[in-house]
């Protein structure tokens, strides 16, 4: 059996995460501009750094709530 085959074997047992990981390292995604936009607000003193701060605390706190049925409106 060639390494190749090998490989093609290997591959045909990972689970579906695994062929998320194996497929981002073969052919890696650059980042666009939505995507650099919200690792920026979500850094310190970012738009949306604020609103991650208070969801921490709510979910420590208990606070959280599950999101309104739309058909039950």
Known sequence: ???VEEIKAAIE???PRER???HALLYPFEDDEWDKQMRADAEPG????KLMLQAEEDA???RLE???DPDEE
Request: net charge positive; glycine share 10%; hydrophobic share 30%.
């Open 1 to 3: 059996m060639s390494r």
């Open 20 to 22: 998320c990981e194996l």
């Open 46 to 49: 970012g738009k949306l750094h």
């Open 66 to 68: 599950d999101w309104p």
């Open 60 to 62: 420590k706190a208990g």
């Open 13 to 15: 047992q990972l689970s």
